[in-house]
């Protein structure tokens, strides 16, 4: 454990002290080893069945409970957005959503754009509560459905969330390509939104003119992740763009493990770290704000090594939230991530890795054995902090860094079949850094 990253603070599960201790800026936690958000059976298939997160309270998951048509006293959905039930989201997808708490209505009307709703189906889901107490607020309701293998690949979709007399307004989707079968995608990527929601509206919605087929975020979406209120405004900043594009997150230190961040993300087992195929493309979703250090050191590098290890992508991306390269002396360097993980990135041919958590835009030359290498020898690390946190500008000079620009920005990443091209925005549009990796 090193001390850029954590330090194990104990009983620490919500409470006065938690409040207290985020007043103070102490953000950086452990909280404490109470099992973990997934120890419900895993597998890598799509599961329809739903199940309650603990997060970071103590206790073993437990069922959710079934669609049930009962409506409570404000049924009508609201930040209703995509999940990823399994890494394969060309052929299932799930529907997240908060109501009131006496709502138990958790349906999903589906089918081919084109003629909705005529030949549509209805799948039912399940809903839970969750949160309540630490900050006053709650307990709140989620409800999910898990389209498993439901879907075909390359087709648009619409969808309706809720039930009768509660039905969300009319979404659409397109399902990817079967994975492996396409090399060209947009991938647009930010991250720390935390705390500004209006900058995140006005971030997302640019990302969104871009028309990504994918978004993905390095964590630190809200300031405090046991609070539901911080969780509606961020939804709510997002309009109807997450109801209709996927957006693969990383769990940041902010978010704390909390129930609230497993409730309202649907994310395949462990959703503590993943694995998403996009196209050519392996994404490799991880959590660097852990109960052990044994998870970094040992349960998720081996799960780096196993996927990277099995995969014939020809692009590799791994997603976190604190950077192991970076030059913004805020936080700095994740110098136990570097130990741990950048080894297996560089040496298994990870293009490049996006973090956050410093509020600044980074990118480093390419590494590979901690030396600069040619382009497309090595790993590139970007750090994307620009979503609206308090930026970051101290910066010091480092051999690693090639770039550093602390501003608020996104990325848009277009791949195709012999490049990928980079090019960084603010929220006007300018151009921050345009740049290039080989494929
Ligand atoms: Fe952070």
């Known amino acids: 454990m090193g001390p850029g990253r954590t330090a194990f603070i104990p009983c620490l599960n919500g409470g006065p002290a938690l409040v207290l201790l985020l007043a103070a800026g102490c953000i950086d936690f452990y909280p404490e080893d109470t099992g973990g958000p997934s120890v419900h059976p895993q597998t890598t298939a799509c599961q329809t069945e739903i199940w309650v997160p603990t997060g970071n309270l103590p206790g073993q998951p437990l069922p959710a409970t079934p669609h049930q048509a009962s409506l409570g006293a404000a049924p009508t959905p609201y930040s209703v957005?995509?999940?990823?039930?399994?890494?394969?989201?060309?052929r299932s997808v799930s529907m997240v959503w908060n109501t009131d708490t006496a709502t138990l209505s958790s349906l999903v009307e589906f089918g081919p754009a084109d003629g909705f709703p005529d030949n549509a189906e209805q799948v039912e889901g399940a809903s839970f509560l969750y949160g309540g107490g630490v900050v006053g607020e709650g307990p709140n309701r989620v409800h999910e459905v898990r389209l498993c293998e439901r879907l075909t690949p390359g087709t648009t979709y619409s969808y309706r969330v809720g039930g009768q007399g509660a039905w969300s307004p009319i979404y659409s989707f397109t399902t990817p390509g079967a994975p492996g079968s396409f090399s060209s995608f947009r991938v647009a990527m930010a991250g720390d939104s935390r705390g500004a929601y209006a900058t995140w509206a006005s971030l997302l919605a640019a990302m969104d003119s871009h028309q990504p087929d994918l978004i993905l975020f390095s964590g630190d979406m809200v300031e405090l992740g046991v609070n539901q209120e911080e969780w509606d405004r961020w939804f709510e900043a997002t309009g109807d763009i997450l109801a209709r594009r996927i957006l693969v997150p990383a769990h940041g230190n902010h978010e704390f493990l909390a129930q609230h961040y497993f409730a309202l993300?649907?994310?395949?087992?462990?959703?503590?770290?993943?694995a998403v195929d996009w196209g050519d493309a392996l994404i490799l979703a991880l959590n660097d704000t852990v109960r052990d250090s044994n998870s970094i050191s040992t349960t998720q590098a081996q799960f780096l090594e196993r996927e990277l290890a099995a995969s014939a992508a020809p692009t590799r991306i791994a997603l976190h939230h604190q950077p192991a390269y970076s030059t913004c002396t805020t936080h700095g360097s994740d110098l136990d991530l570097r130990l741990d993980w950048s080894p297996i990135f560089e040496n298994n041919g990870v293009d490049f890795?996006?973090?956050?958590?410093n509020h600044i835009y980074e990118r480093s030359v390419p590494i590979a054995n901690g030396r600069q290498v040619e382009p497309g020898q090595g790993t590139v690390y970007l750090v994307s902090g620009g979503a609206g946190a308090p930026l970051y500008t101290n910066v010091e000079g480092e051999w690693f860094g090639a770039v550093a620009s602390?501003?608020?920005?996104?990325?848009i990443a277009d791949f195709g079949p012999d490049s990928i091209e980079f090019v960084v925005r603010g929220l006007s549009g300018e151009v921050i850094d345009r740049f290039s990796l080989p494929r």
Do not use: K, N, T
């Not at 890795?353 to 958590?357: I, P």
């Open 353 to 357: 890795v996006l973090a956050g958590h």
């Open 81 to 90: 957005h995509l999940g990823i039930p399994e890494r394969d989201l060309s």
């Open 406 to 411: 602390p501003q608020e920005h996104y990325i």
């Open 265 to 274: 993300w649907s994310l395949p087992e462990p959703e503590e770290y993943f």
